[in-house]
């Protein structure tokens, strides 16, 4: 279940990183350009700001669990011998599990990101619907 959970997790980041450069480049090709301007609708500044808010939740994403994950890593491979000093294990690749509550903070930015693509993505299918009516409505 944990490696299931794992993959899902990676997977969905993946998902949500190409669909905010996918959705970055649909306003591209929907902005209008004047002379010294471009022109876009609320509803595509507020998805492409979305977006971009998603690229660097991604990020963060990835610097908040290198140090979660670097810091307990570090935590646990030391032992304190008996004269009180810190000493490497030498099975420091076998720390154990740790508790769920370590790497809650990289948990919530990543399900923040995925629900910051969705919603962007909703203003973008908005925007473009209202840009089209169906023939013979």
């Known amino acids: 279940a944990r490696t299931a959970y794992i993959n899902a997790t990676r997977k969905a980041s993946e998902v949500s990183r190409q669909l905010a450069f996918a959705g970055i480049g649909v306003i591209w090709l929907f902005t209008i350009q004047s ?15 979305g977006l971009t808010l998603a690229l660097a939740l991604d990020l963060l994403q990835y610097f908040v669990r290198s140090i979660i994950w670097g810091t307990y890593a570090r935590w646990n491979e030391q032992v304190i011998d008996s004269k009180g000093k810190a000493q490497v294990r030498k099975d420091h690749d076998d720390i ?6 370590v790497n809650w903070l990289g948990k919530v930015v990543v399900f923040t990101n995925v ?23």
């Open 35 to 49: 002379e010294d301007e471009l022109l876009l609708t609320r509803n595509l500044i507020l998805s492409l700001i």
């Open 96 to 101: 154990g599990d740790p508790q769920p509550s």
């Open 115 to 137: 629900i910051v693509v969705m919603i962007a993505y909703c203003l973008l299918i908005v925007d473009l619907a209202s840009r089209y009516t169906v023939l013979g409505s």
